[in-house]
């Protein structure tokens, strides 16, 4: 493999996507849950018996610089948490820092942990947060946009008590005894 991957970087996950034309994949420099991770797109028809290198796909990179999290595939895209704190997604011609998908923002004290937070995406969409002895399951979230302005920045809006109460969430406390 070609590109800026760094030997001493360990692969923390490997993600099809695209309808199976790239392969994403995060890297970090361990595997303890707060280290930097860094995604990489790779086209899957580089990966042939005779290659003897691959070379990420350049024009996603700007847009994977700026993914926190890779949350998994649905559908033809690719859903991810952004460092902004937003879960989005974005298709292979939507991959792009001008054109992905804001769905909805995660919670500050979600994130602020000790690094505890796991993600996934199930086959029906319905998006899953697991942070120590909580799990949280975020139903229909990638059906719904950010209103206006849905592509690029924009601000973060504030957790209010009629979102916490939001049909459309989960939330299921699992104590361990």
Request: aromatic share 10%; net charge negative.
């Amino acid at each position: 493999m070609l590109g800026s991957v760094l030997p001493e970087l360990a692969v923390r996950s490997i993600v099809p996507c695209f309808d199976g034309e790239v392969v994403a994949a995060t890297f970090a420099e361990s595997i303890a849950a707060r280290s930097k991770s860094r995604l990489l797109l790779w086209n899957t028809s580089d990966f042939t018996p005779q290659a003897e290198s691959a070379t990420p796909i350049p024009q996603y990179q700007p847009l994977a610089d700026q993914v926190e999290c890779l949350v998994g595939a649905y559908g033809h895209g690719l859903v991810f948490l952004h460092q902004d704190g937003w879960i989005c997604s974005a298709d292979s011609l939507n991959f792009d820092v001008e054109y992905y998908d804001r769905h909805f923002f995660v919670p500050t004290d979600w994130l602020s942990t000790t690094g505890n937070l796991m993600l996934g995406i199930f086959r029906n969409g319905n998006i899953v947060f697991v942070q120590r002895d909580e799990l949280v399951v975020i139903r229909r979230g990638l059906e719904h946009f950010e209103q206006g302005q849905s592509r690029g920045n924009g601000k973060r809006p504030s957790l209010t008590r009629t979102m916490v109460s939001d049909s459309a969430v989960d939330a299921v406390s699992s104590k361990t005894r």
